[in-house]
C-alpha cells in the first residue's frame, strides 16, 4: 500500500504560480511512475502530468505544456508539481496517483493504483 497526501493548493490570481507537493508512505515511491492529475466541477478528471520512477522521463497534457512542471525527490519520497502562468481555467481539485511500473509514465487515468485526497487550487480572474 502507498499512501500519497497532496498539499500546496490555494487561491492565486492569473498569472501567479503555485507548487503542489505530493508526500507518499507505506513503501518507497522510486520504483512506481507518479502522475498528477484534476478535476474541475462537473468535469471528468483528467491528465494533467507524469513522470517515470527515475524522473528520465515526463509527460505533459496539451493544456500545461511550457507552463507546469513536475519532479520527484526519491530520497524523501516526494513528487512536485509546478504550476506558472496559471489561468482561470486550471481551477480545479488536483491529484497525485501512483502507480507501479518502470516504464513510460502513463496518462491514462484507470492505469494508476494508488491516489491521494487532492488539494484545490483555485485561480481568479
Known amino acids: 500500500q502507498v499512501q500519497l497526501v497532496e498539499s500546496g493548493g490555494g487561491l492565486v490570481q492569473a498569472g501567479g504560480s503555485l507548487r503542489l507537493s505530493c508526500a507518499a508512505s507505506g513503501r518507497p515511491v522510486s520504483r512506481f511512475a507518479m502522475g498528477w492529475f484534476r478535476q474541475a466541477p462537473g468535469k471528468e478528471r483528467e491528465f494533467v502530468a507524469s513522470?517515470?520512477?527515475?524522473?528520465?522521463?515526463?509527460r505533459y497534457a496539451e493544456s500545461v505544456k511550457g507552463r507546469f512542471t513536475t519532479s520527484r525527490d526519491n530520497d524523501k519520497n516526494m513528487v512536485y508539481l509546478q504550476m506558472n502562468s496559471l489561468k482561470p481555467e486550471d481551477t480545479a481539485v488536483y491529484y497525485c496517483a501512483a502507480d507501479y511500473g518502470l516504464g513510460i509514465p502513463p496518462t491514462g487515468l484507470y492505469e494508476y493504483d494508488y491516489w491521494g485526497q487532492g488539494t484545490q487550487v483555485t485561480v481568479s480572474s
Open positions: 513522470i517515470s520512477w527515475g524522473g528520465v522521463s515526463t
